[in-house]
């Protein structure tokens, strides 16, 4: 009995001729296909030779079956069901009509024209412009970098080639008391003057008509500095201030047969302003008696040369150089002498002031500088005057409060208002000492009110500022 999946075997010649002979369906299956894809060749063909035929057209149109549609079936059905097979997607450029190397060209060109473009003649002296402009911010931001680290040393370098500089000599620019010909003297008081970079002459060449020196006796000797652990063996009353004094006051009265010194008055430190008087203000920072007799001592040779402001007993006669003390330099001792006196006092400010209520308690808290030498009892109304006096100072800070506001209140400038009428009344000058320093602006406002309300000499640390009197009106202004 034979197997139902039995099937008689073609022969050999059967299976060459027709490898599909055992199934027909599959036969006839690609059979159609080769068919279908037959015509579609012979389209595309025909539309190439259409499009070819066309001699006026610039491009050519490909209208035939993609590559996809012109497979065969099976093929198209296997790509759609597998993602390996599948033609890649192509740009929708490449379904566009394709220009012609011509038109390609033409449209390069029309873009090239379209770009705006900067001529180079513009473009090269503005690049030009900005570096040099460039190098010249780097070279100003450098020299103040230079000079912020260094600036002390700077200004000391200044003042010493001025202080040196030879001025004597057979040039006709020149003449004997050029030592300070191009500075002009401003009611200014070098606050701490032995930190400046160079003592004495920082102030002068800015223009400072005080300075002030705080001493120390210590084996008969007067160091100057504003500590005990600041102090040196060169840096003496005598080196730094005295010494140098005599030497500029000679330059500046030189003994010449076209000058006359018999009944001429002496001339001062500045040539602009021979008539102005410069103020050394010494801080008796140790025991006011022994202090003071040193320090008279080492005027002597001020003295002798007739270069200290003096009262005689009956007027005052002016000098070069005026000497004033404070911190512990005793009253009492400055008044002791009612024939003779070049050493003068700083009167307490706070004491001078006249309808103010707040002066008894106030005052009190701030005993020290101009109390020296007195008890409260003997300070009535004209204890301090300018026989015995020259300055009358306080603490801004303490008497006359900080400006919270930016400006000063009323109470405020009726107080200093108060001061300052009472010091003038009795022929003194006014200081006030610890002024704000910070923010500039609200320093310089103070400065300015100060100035306009009559006070005689500014205490300041930043002399360049103060001399120049540039101060302007800053944002604290407004408010006043």
């Not at 001529?119 to 103040?144: D, E, K, S, T």
């Amino acid at each position: 009995m034979s197997s139902p999946f039995y099937s008689p075997l073609a022969s050999n010649s059967t299976r060459i001729t027709n490898p599909y002979a055992n199934n027909d369906p599959l036969g006839r299956y690609h059979d159609s296909e080769d068919a279908e894809f037959k015509v579609g060749l012979k389209e595309f063909n025909l539309s190439v030779k259409d499009s070819a035929s066309n001699e006026g057209s610039e491009q050519i149109i490909l209208t035939g079956s993609t590559g996809l549609e012109t497979s065969p079936v099976w093929r198209r059905g296997l790509a759609a069901t597998s993602p390996f097979t599948a033609p890649r997607d192509k740009e929708s450029d490449d379904e566009l009509p394709l220009p012609s190397n011509s038109s390609r060209a033409l449209d390069y060109s029309r873009r090239q024209r379209r770009k705006p473009k900067l001529p180079r003649c513009v473009l090269f002296p503005l690049l030009g412009f900005f570096v040099m402009r460039g190098i010249a911010q780097f070279i100003i931001i450098a020299c103040g970098i230079v000079i912020s680290f260094f600036s002390d040393d700077l200004d000391r370098l200044s003042v010493l080639r001025w202080q040196h500089e030879e001025r004597f000599g057979t040039n006709i620019s020149s003449w004997p008391t050029d030592f300070t010909k191009d500075i002009v003297p401003v009611g200014c008081h070098s606050h701490n003057d032995y930190w400046r970079p160079v003592p004495l002459f920082s102030a002068i060449q800015a223009g400072c008509i005080g300075v002030e020196a705080d001493v120390w006796l210590f084996d008969d000797e007067l160091y100057v500095g504003h500590t005990t652990s600041s102090l040196t063996r060169q840096r003496t009353l005598r080196s730094l201030y005295i010494d140098p004094l005599i030497k500029i006051l000679e330059k500046q009265n030189p003994n010449t047969r076209l000058r006359h010194t018999v009944g001429q008055p002496l001339q001062g430190v500045f040539d602009t302003d021979p008539s102005q008087s410069l103020i050394l203000l010494i801080d008796f920072k140790t025991d006011g008696d022994t202090t003071w007799n040193m320090v008279a001592e080492q005027l002597l040779p001020l003295r002798r040369r007739g270069y200290l402001t003096h009262f005689n007993g009956t007027d005052m006669v002016k000098g070069p150089i005026t000497v004033v003390g404070t911190g512990n330099t005793p009253f009492n001792v400055v008044a002791a002498n009612t024939t003779y006196r070049d050493i003068f006092f700083d009167a307490p400010l706070e004491k001078l002031a006249e309808d103010d209520e707040e002066t008894a308690d106030l005052s009190s808290e701030i005993a020290g500088q101009g109390l020296s030498g007195l008890s409260g009892d003997e300070i009535v109304a004209d204890t301090f005057n300018w026989t015995n006096s020259y300055y009358a100072s306080v603490s801004f800070r303490q008497s006359i409060g900080f400006p919270w506001l930016f400006h000063l209140s009323d109470r405020q400038m009726n107080k200093m208002k108060a001061q300052i009428r009472g010091a003038h009344q009795r022929g003194l000058k006014v200081r006030y000492w610890e002024l704000p320093s910070w923010p500039r602006s609200l320093r310089n406002h103070i400065w300015t009110v100060l100035v306009r309300e009559g006070v005689d000499m500014l205490n300041v640390d930043d002399l360049q500022s103060a001399t120049k009197q540039d101060w302007g009106h800053g944002f604290s202004d407004w408010w006043h």
